[in-house]
Each structure stands twice: as C-alpha cells, then as structure tokens.
C-alpha cells in the first residue's frame, strides 16, 4: 500500500472521533507521521505513526494492520497500545526494547504535549507529570529530548 493509501485507511477508521479541541481525530496521526519525517525517520516509521492509534482506539485487529503493513510495523503498533489496566512502568519497558515503537511514542508524546494548552488545568498538570516521570527518560539521548524539554516549559 503505498502512503496515501494509509492515511486513507486512517481517515476512514477513526471517522467520527474528535480531538480534545474538536478537530478531526485522524489529524493526530498525521501530525505524529510528519514529526518523524521531519526528524528524518523512514517509511516504516511514519507509517507506524499513522496507524498507532487504531488498535486501541478503533475495532482494527493487528492482523488488519499486518496485511496492510508487514510484521515489523504491525508488531510495533500492538506495543504501542495500552490495554485495559495497562502498567505504566511495563508499557514503557516494551516500547523502550522496540526502536521504532519507542520513536513513534516520543512523537506521539511530543505532538500531544503541544497541544495540552487546550486541556483544564487538572489533565495539563497530569500530563505534565507523567511527561517528566516516564517520557523524558524514554527520550534521553534521543531527537526528541530537547524538543519534550521545550513543550514542558512553555505549559510550566
């Protein structure tokens, strides 16, 4: 399938779904597949970025994403949905041992972070507290570090 096809696919499965400020949800995806183009990551990264939500977020299987993608990609998606009473401590333990699950987080993460101006102060202050304890380490040393350090200032 070739990019467009996957954004496609996207559009069509998180039809509906909104973000927190009311935009289309599957413009999330997106945003989090042209930071890791903009970061230099390959194909298979941003095609990662664009289908990391829909395991926990849509009826898509993983075997969807692997006849669509390959075993790589699929695999990395599954590592980056939380499932019901997720551990935290756990989640970031399998992403950290997959390169490309955990670059797709950190992008994730930094998208996200950009826009939790837009939350009540109750879920920025989370949000912040779970960015300093849990992704600022998974970044260390990493393209998104000082970009995560960036994002935690302007929001402190």
Same mark, same amino acid.
Do not use: C
């Given at each position: ?41 390959? !194909? ?5 970025? &664009?289908?990391?939500?829909?395991? !926990? ?28 009473? $997720?551990?935290?401590?756990? $989640? ?17 993460? &930094? ?36 970009? &995560?350090?960036?994002? &935690?200032?302007?929001?402190?």
């Amino acid at each position: 399938m070739d990019f467009s096809g996957y954004v496609e696919y996207i559009k069509k499965k998180h039809n509906g779904q909104k973000r927190m400020q009311g935009t289309p949800y599957y413009t999330h995806p997106l945003q989090v597949a042209k930071i890791l183009k903009d970061k230099g990551f390959s !194909e298979d990264y941003q095609i990662v970025g &664009l289908l990391h939500d829909l395991l !926990e977020d849509t009826d898509t299987t993983y075997n969807e994403i692997l006849k669509l993608s390959n075993k790589t990609i699929a695999d990395a998606v599954k590592l980056l949905t939380k499932e019901d009473g $997720y551990i935290m401590k756990e $989640y970031i333990e399998r992403i950290q041992n997959n390169e490309i699950a955990k670059m797709v987080k950190l992008a994730d993460r &930094l998208h996200n972070i950009s826009e939790t101006h837009l939350a009540s102060e109750e879920f920025k202050q989370k949000y912040i507290k779970e960015t300093v304890e849990w992704y600022l380490p998974l970044a260390k040393d990493t393209v998104f570090e000082e970009d &995560l350090k960036q994002e &935690l200032k302007k929001l402190m």
